[in-house]
């Protein structure tokens, strides 16, 4: 768990000093039930933040491999937490390409600022452990020999580093950076341009038929948070595309997959809940500047300290507490899609329940009810039971101006240190009627699924 979720965890030490299970003495009625929420994340899991493909060399008009003197250039968008990482074959093999490592390319330094320069030596020849390595353009099943793709003895082995292979099974390849360079410029904010470029000579593969240019294939680049995100080094293939690319220049499955797979993947923090009279707004009232009690700190750092030491304090306030440990785990921290926080309390006709959760890998927002909660009995005095997600809403608190999710310099996962960012709107109002804020936000439901049952 690296610093910029420091703010999922800060309540860890609070909430011993606050937590209830809601079952205190407060006089009420004969008619109070005990309540058992449910709050579960049930957003896809994307493990790429942005992804595409590049195969048309710069001042080409048609997809085809890097020569010697070509390069492909593109852009890509990335906060101070992600990282580079690519594929590319290096033509005339069977199933050799060049990539990072499974950490990635960073694309800031260790103080957050955005690099730019030569980072050929960050890139690295593979073997996929696909495919019986022959000598470069010279065996039979060598991408430019074979008679169709996909032909060549399976190797069943795994992906490694082509000093790792095997002694008898490599050949004579050239240093990686006789064959490839690549370039990173920072342009603005979080915007970069990556060039890779053939700076082989004519005869950098030496073979028993002569010596050759190296060129290298179309592939696929993603930005990633997570390690690993392509392959494994010392597993086999996922079968996801890799092969593809490294037995035959193919990018297609392989970009079809990361297609599918790219994403903002959404946790929700720790946050408050709090039990209160029907005529109170404790938490916030949409339309009118954050109350300065805590909920800024849930929706800006993922920390409810504040909310939490303040919570008894709050207008309307019966019962309340922390939450912070999901279900099934001894440490407090996030609920990433899969996992949920659960709490009970008791409660009596006429009161209603509040929380504050924030939508993370954002700048401000944060889920919870309208400002006046969701009340817990009809009005027959009947328990509220069942699925209230239609209830739950992603508000803005209005105290920090809104970035891309996940990518801006000041949203959560990217910021230098909390409470960081320009000023926001000024109210609490729900994220869809932000003006000016163009970005995409999944709805409620496909993020959170909210339960209540009533014993």
Not at 412 to 421: A, I, L, R
Request: glycine fraction near 12%; aromatic fraction near 8%; charged fraction near 25%.
């Amino acid at each position: 768990m690296n610093r910029n979720f420091t703010y999922l965890v800060a309540a860890s030490v609070f909430v011993g000093a606050c937590g209830d299970d809601g079952s205190g003495d407060d006089g009420s009625s004969a008619d109070t039930h005990r309540f058992t929420v449910s709050i579960e994340n049930v957003a896809p899991q994307r493990p790429f933040t942005s992804a595409g493909v590049f195969n048309t060399p710069r001042g080409d008009s048609e997809p085809g491999p890097a020569t010697p003197g070509k390069s492909y250039e593109f852009t890509i968008h990335a906060g101070r937490t992600q990282k580079l990482s690519f594929v590319t074959m290096l033509a005339a093999t069977n199933d050799l390409f060049y990539a990072p490592d499974g950490g990635g390319i960073a694309l800031y330094d260790e103080e957050g600022q955005p690099i730019s320069g030569d980072v050929t030596d960050q890139v690295y020849l593979w073997d996929a452990g696909t495919e019986v390595n022959e000598e470069p353009r010279v065996g039979p099943n060598t991408v430019s020999k074979q008679e169709e793709p996909d032909t060549g003895p399976d190797e069943g082995g795994d992906v490694l580093a082509i000093e790792d292979v095997e002694a008898g099974k490599s050949f004579d390849y050239p240093p990686v950076s006789d064959v490839i360079n690549l370039s990173i410029e920072h342009v603005e904010g979080t915007k970069f341009v990556v060039t890779l470029t053939n700076v082989s000579a004519d005869d950098a593969l030496a073979t028993s038929e002569g010596d050759f240019p190296a060129p290298f294939s179309p592939g696929v680049w993603v930005v990633h948070r997570a390690p690993d995100p392509l392959f494994g080094v010392g597993m086999p293939d996922r079968g996801r595309g890799v092969e593809h690319i490294a037995e035959d220049g193919n990018p297609s499955d392989l970009a079809e997959f990361v297609t599918e797979n790219t994403g903002v993947t959404f946790p929700a923090s720790p946050g408050v809940w709090v039990v209160h009279t029907d005529d109170s707004r404790p938490l916030y009232t949409e339309g009118e500047a954050d109350y300065g009690d805590g909920v800024e700190h849930i929706a800006e750092d993922g920390n409810p300290t504040m909310l939490g030491a303040s919570r008894e304090s709050l207008e309307g306030v019966v019962r309340s507490a922390v939450f912070n440990k999901p279900v099934g785990s001894d440490d407090p921290g996030p609920i990433v899609p899969g996992s949920r926080y659960e709490f009970s309390f008791d409660a009596s006709p006429g009161q209603r329940l509040s929380f504050v959760s924030m939508l993370a890998a954002t700048n401000d927002a944060f889920f919870g009810p309208s400002d006046s909660g969701i009340a817990l009995f009809d009005d027959d005095g009947m328990p509220l039971d069942g699925d209230v997600t239609g209830q739950i809403y992603l508000w803005d608190a209005g105290t920090e101006a809104n970035e891309e999710p996940l990518v801006g310099p000041n949203t959560v996962t990217n910021q230098s240190e909390p409470d960081t960012g320009a000023r926001g709107e000024g109210s609490v109002q729900l994220l869809s009627d932000v003006d000016g804020d163009d970005f995409d936000y999944p709805d409620v439901d496909s993020l959170l699924k909210v339960e209540i049952s009533a014993d």
